[in-house]
T-cell receptor
């Protein structure tokens, strides 16, 4: 299994600013992912964070808005750039670990943009 | 390649009722099947998983699921639900979680 820690857990951000979310895994993992869960919605995959190369973004998400870093096998960051109220959401870090390609999740970062 | 689908979107039960949430897959080689739960205001937790071995898998909080190859199913079951089981349940297709199933349990 994998234990995933995210910070900040919550934040209130001003419109137009950027915020970086950090994600730490307690073991080395090959695959890390970032999801968004908007209020009342299901999870939407933002991107796969690739170690040593650029992240792979899903349709509707771009690097300029959601730059991602993955400097090593246990850590990743997601930046939400130039935030607007529509970016208010829970951002979840996840990692694939163990048998069967199990995906484990962090507790999420709850962002409110005002 | 494997694909998975849930077909219950909203289930309402009374406490002590039995639960079965449907999850169907199209088999395409290696089978990796999961159920996750998200309690109100909380993050996603893994309920149980199956990738080989005993097709009846037991998870946390009294949940179980059975991999039935002939029916292409991996339904989630609990013999007697509690109010605290109110949550969203997801049977993801690899990285895609879909809309899930909202379970509401009334006392």
């Amino acid at each position: 299994s994998a234990v995933i820690s995210q910070k900040p857990s919550r934040d209130i951000c001003q419109r137009g600013t950027s915020l970086t979310i950090q994600c730490q895994v307690d073991s080395q993992v090959t695959m890390m992912f970032w999801y968004r869960q908007q209020p009342g919605q299901s999870l939407t995959l933002i991107a796969t964070a690739n170690q040593g190369s650029e992240a792979t973004y899903e349709s509707g998400f771009v690097i300029d808005k959601f730059p991602i870093s993955r400097p090593n096998l246990t850590f990743s960051t997601l930046t939400v750039s130039n935030m607007s109220p529509e970016d208010s959401s829970i951002y979840l870090c996840s990692a694939r670990a163990g048998q069967g390609n199990t995906i484990y999740f962090g507790e999420g970062s709850w962002l409110t943009v005002v | 390649a494997q694909s998975v689908s849930q077909h219950n979107h909203h289930v309402i039960l009374s406490e002590a009722a039995s639960l079965e949430l449907g999850c169907n897959y199209s088999y395409g080689g290696t089978v990796n099947l999961f159920w996750y739960v998200q309690y109100p205001g909380q993050h996603l937790q893994l309920l149980l998983k199956y990738f080989s071995g005993d097709p009846l898998v037991k998870g946390i909080k009294g949940f179980e699921a059975e991999f039935i190859k002939s029916k292409f199913s991996f339904n989630l079951r609990k013999p007697s639900v509690q109010w605290s089981d109110t949550a969203e349940y997801f049977c993801p297709d690899k990285l895609i979680f879909g809309t899930g199933t909202r379970l509401q349990v009334f006392p």
